[in-house]
Each structure stands twice: as C-alpha cells, then as structure tokens.
C-alpha cells in the first residue's frame, strides 16, 4: 500500500486493570501502545487507512435505546502486537471517535507489510 493511502491518524489503546487493595475493586484504564518493545509508554499516532464499511442491519434495542454499529475496516503497517483486546482512537477534525476492535488483525499480504482489522463503535 502505498503512503499516500495511509491518509488518517489513530492511536492504538491497550487495557490496564488494577485492583485496589483495600476494597479488591477494579479499575480499568486504556494506555496508548508504546512505539517498541521495551518503550516507554507514551501515546504514539500510526498512520492508517480507515474505510467505513456497508451498513447492514446490525441496529438493536440496548437498555431502550435504538443503537447501531459501525464497522470499520482499518490498515497499518505491520505491528505483531495488535490484538483484538485492544481498541483504536480514531483522530480527526472535531472529536476523537473510540472504536472497538472486533476482528484480526491478520497479515493481508503474506509479505508482513500490513496488517488489518475491523473495529465498530456502537451509535445512538
């Protein structure tokens, strides 16, 4: 692909649990992915490709309100520690949207160049 395509900016989150000790309660924080193995954590930006997806039929009932998914498609140069337990930060103009990634990410070349994955956020 080439970096011309690569054309929007996305942070990758990856999910921190920590329990109180006192209480044995929860917390649970999104750190952005550090760059390397070993970094410090600090939020880093990849430029990726994004492409919404066909809408199909995917709205439902949720605590009664009527909600949708959207579902993105999203490609970035090879990383082999993205996993679907994870979620993406979507930059753009105004606010920044939080996608969930919900499939792959998979090497879509054979060649370890790029590697997608789907991600949806939920809308109301």
């Not at 996608?99 to 991600?119: C, H, N, Q, T, Y």
């Amino acid at each position: 692909m080439r970096a011309g395509a690569l054309d929007r900016e996305i942070s990758i989150m990856k999910k921190s649990t920590t329990v109180d000790p006192d209480y044995g309660t929860e917390t649970v924080t999104w750190e952005p992915l550090a760059p390397d193995a070993g970094s410090p954590t600090i939020g880093e930006r990849f430029r990726a490709n994004v492409q919404d997806v066909m809408p199909s039929r995917s709205e439902g009932v949720q605590q009664g309100l009527v909600t949708g998914r959207l579902q993105t498609r999203i490609r970035i140069r090879w990383r082999d520690d993205v996993t679907s337990a994870m979620r993406v930060l979507l930059h753009g103009d105004g606010a920044d949207e939080v996608f969930d990634i919900v499939a792959g990410p998979s090497d879509i070349d054979g060649r370890k160049s790029l590697i997608e994955f789907m991600a949806e956020r939920f809308t109301s």
